[in-house]
């Protein structure tokens, strides 16, 4: 991208938008440490070190909170990739650099919290998550040829999935250490999105058709960073099926709320290719919407029939 590109400009001039939300990041984010979250009295040895293997009945977890349990720290795996797609397109240096580090510190105790759970409690097959761990980080992540703007765009709708789909596999789990857990990761999930979506606000008063092409690229070809990981396809089945995260809560609960903190829908300072970018995202969100519907009314005939099967 060259340096006097448009999308180079508006990177230029949000760094003090930048540093101001980094300074209020760091006073509102509170300190948590992984293994506070961690039941480590029930812990014991595996058949390496003369104990017993993992095996299905020792989890504790029904197959949906297995299954989006597995994939949350899949996902939280890759950031080695996260960081570097980060880093290359906001830069390493000054608040930008600064912001880069601060967001892979925090992002790091995700997956070793969530790990540390899942050995402690033989939640899901210890075997089987590190060999999925490492066909996927071996794999990576790459999200393509997004420019600073579509990758702030799209960071601003993925954080705020991530914390739906943290929070709900909390309460999926019914075990009230996991729920904690999971509800400390999605509050530093959703400082992130805050301080992202924040930018994207600025982006957009700076150049508002570039940031409205940005925002409607991003809402139309979204899918979460894990969706090249093997079994991905079957386990969001799995996860949309019980509620965890599903087409409604990524139209309700994800993409609408920051459409809305931007006001998207009420700007009135958008030129024709806004504009039209605009009408894309508005055509595109009915669509969503119904196919939402569409999903939720087939989830219910579903669980009506098998209600009725065990009555």
């Excluded at 480590?40 to 070190?49: H, Q, S, Y």
């Amino acid at each position: 991208m060259s340096q006097t590109s448009p999308h180079a400009a508006v990177l230029h001039e949000l760094e003090p938008v930048v540093a101001q939300n980094l300074d209020r990041h760091i006073a509102v984010a509170k300190e948590w440490h992984p293994h506070d979250y961690v039941p480590w009295d029930e812990g014991r040895n595996f058949a390496f070190l003369g104990g017993e293997d993992w095996s299905p009945e020792q989890s504790r977890l029904d197959e949906s909170a297995k299954a989006a349990m597995f994939v949350n720290l899949l996902t939280e795996d890759n950031l080695p990739s996260y960081h570097r797609e980060i880093a290359t397109r906001f830069g390493r240096d000054g608040a930008w650099g600064q912001w880069v580090g601060r967001w892979t510190a925090e992002e790091n105790r995700h997956g070793v919290a969530l790990r540390d759970y899942l050995v402690v409690t033989r939640g899901v097959d210890p075997v089987a998550l590190e060999r999925a761990r490492m066909d996927y980080m071996t794999l990576g992540y790459d999200s393509g040829d997004k420019t600073p703007l579509e990758a702030l765009a799209y960071v601003s709708f993925q954080e705020l999935a991530t914390r739906v789909s943290h929070r709900n596999t909390g309460r999926a789990t019914s075990d009230p250490i996991a729920d904690r857990l999971l509800a400390r990761i999605a509050t530093d999930e959703n400082l992130h999105m805050v301080f992202y979506r924040n930018l994207m606000a600025a982006a957009f008063d700076i150049d508002p058709d570039l940031a409205m092409q940005a925002v409607t690229k991003e809402v139309v070809g979204f899918e979460m960073p894990g969706a090249t990981m093997t079994g991905f396809r079957k386990n969001s089945m799995i996860i949309a099926k019980a509620g965890i995260y599903d087409l409604r809560l990524h139209h309700d609960d994800v993409v609408s709320p920051v459409l809305r903190a931007w006001k998207v829908f009420e700007r009135t300072d958008l030129g024709p290719a806004g504009e039209k970018a605009r009408e894309e995202l508005a055509e595109f969100l009915a669509g969503l919407d119904a196919q939402a519907t569409r999903f939720v009314e087939s989830r219910e005939r579903m669980r009506a029939r098998e209600a009725a099967r065990k009555g």
